[in-house]
């Protein structure tokens, strides 16, 4: 989508399932804090009021300046959400250039959450993309290869009046978003004229559909291609047109929108506690296996439509006995630029913990319960890195999963960090992030509830770091859970 697709990958499908083993007090009353922009000279400034199921939660400012070479864009973003009850805020400032043709040329992005902060810095060459990353101010570079020249959220109303898009309408457009740094193909499709409803009133604007990793998003514009309203129906999220004062009203603590109830997918079957299980079988219904990640060693796909899936507990005493470190999925042992396994801090770390230990299992149990009690379970809606983790030493299940998976490869243990639900106490599942290790068979644990092997109401949708869990995206307001089958 155009402009929340970035932020919502951070605050909705990862990091609120910590709240049953954690209770916090309500803060007082958030107020948003205007924002701090460049002195470049802009053509249009734009303020949008972001709201989840109605309720306001944040705003988005958009300054943007046309020049010989392209455009100057500078977007802030803030958002205050209820998480494990307590109000948090997550601001998001992005300052980036295109060429003539709106594609991306380079950009620099923030994002801060109290006490945390993650810096991104990108070039695009051709079609090699420069990115580096800063955490607790040490760089890390990467080179990403892309298929062509990207556009990016900030300038598609831009791209659809360059092109003079029609009702009738379709273009397919390579698409990056530097939140998640996630490349893909948007297809833009045009409508005609419709009537829209906007805080109460109604409007009439060409209605554009936007499809980006499986996410429709709705732009309503009028005849000068400016947006009355934005809309991502399956997750009941809107982006609306405000005054600057509109924008940065207070948000009250009655106000503020509660994250874990509205993303959790409740049962109609409740189970019995799922670390007393050994065995369930799901369907999973009104979505698509499409992009998804759903077979690994204890996760079984059994049927495609309607989507059956088998889940197995592991039994560790069935597995080989593997000295570490190994040599195996050597790509699953090399650091990233927010797994940082190579840094003499995290490698200190892995070694307080696991110390002269060398059987893998023993080892991987060590990590599991160092990780556990090394974090005080807080929810920060953020875009951690192991190396934040590791000075902070606080967070939800992100935050678990990249300091877990950093540790492990450190010890020479190949691990990586699966996305999905949770299933807790048999009542509902939770988006949630856990990590697999391999002790001969991909292992899942879960070092945020001290698991391991993790139970089989683990439900793996997507496997990788935050370009590949954007993925996710796709199911979030859509996904239903059927019980099917399950033993003790």
């Given at each position: ?346 490698v200190a770390k892995a070694k307080e913990i696991v110390g002269d230990e060398k059987d893998a299992q023993k080892a991987v ?124």
């Amino acid at each position: 989508m155009k402009k929340i697709i970035g932020i919502i990958i951070i605050i909705a499908v990862l990091g609120v399932t910590a709240y049953l083993i954690l209770h916090i007090p309500k803060q007082g009353r958030s107020k948003l804090a205007e924002p701090t922009v460049s002195s470049f000279q802009s053509n249009s400034e734009e303020w949008l009021g972001i709201f989840i199921q109605k309720q306001r939660v944040g705003y988005s400012f958009t300054k943007m300046g046309k020049t010989d070479t392209g455009l100057v864009v500078e977007n802030v973003s803030q958002m205050t959400l209820l998480m494990m009850g307590a109000q948090r805020t997550l601001i998001t400032h992005l300052f980036a250039h295109t060429d003539n043709e709106f594609t991306l040329k380079n950009f620099q992005m923030e994002i801060k959450t109290e006490g945390h902060v993650t810096k991104v810095e990108g070039t695009i060459e051709g079609t090699q993309l420069m990115l580096t990353t800063y955490s607790r101010g040490i760089p890390t570079e990467q080179v990403i290869t892309l298929k062509e020249k990207p556009y990016f959220p900030d300038a598609i109303e831009e791209v659809i009046k360059r092109k003079n898009l029609k009702p009738g309408d379709e273009i397919s457009i390579p698409y990056f978003d530097p939140t998640t740094q996630s490349s893909s193909t948007a297809t833009i499709t045009v409508f005609g004229k419709e009537t829209v409803t906007v805080l109460g009133m109604e409007k009439h604007g060409m209605r554009v559909e936007i499809n980006y990793i499986g996410i429709q998003s709705i732009l309503w514009l009028d005849d000068e291609y400016k947006l009355l309203k934005e809309s991502s129906p399956a997750m009941g999220l809107e982006m609306i047109p405000l005054s600057k004062e509109e924008a940065l009203a207070e948000i009250r603590p009655d106000e503020t929108f509660d994250l874990l109830s509205f993303f959790s997918v409740k049962l109609d079957t409740i189970l019995p506690d799922p670390q007393t299980l050994t065995y369930l079988k799901v369907e999973l219904k009104d979505i698509t296996a499409e992009g998804l990640d759903l077979n690994n060693d204890y996760q079984v796909l059994r049927k495609a439509d309607p989507i059956t899936i088998e889940l197995f507990l592991p039994n560790l005493a069935d597995l080989p006995a593997l000295p570490i470190p190994m040599s195996e999925h050597e790509a699953y042992l090399q650091p990233s630029a927010y797994i940082q396994c190579g840094d003499p801090a995290i490698v200190a770390k892995a070694k307080e913990i696991v110390g002269d230990e060398k059987d893998a299992q023993k080892a991987v149990g060590k990590l599991v319960e160092g990780v556990y009690n090394f974090i005080e379970k807080n929810p920060i809606a953020s875009l951690p890195s192991a190396l934040d983790v590791l000075q902070t030493r606080e967070g939800d299940c992100n935050e678990h999963a990249i300091l877990f998976t950093a540790l492990a490869r450190a010890c020479g243990i190949p691990a990586k960090i699966y996305v999905g639900l949770v299933n807790l106490h048999g009542f509902a599942y939770y988006y949630h992030a856990w990590c697999a290790v391999w002790l001969g068979k991909w292992v899942p644990v879960d070092p945020t509830f001290n698991q391991y092997p993790a139970d089989v109401g683990h439900l793996k949708l997507k496997e990788g770091e935050i370009s590949e869990q954007a993925n996710v995206l796709k199911v979030v307001g859509k996904l239903k859970i059927d019980v099917l089958e399950y033993s003790e």
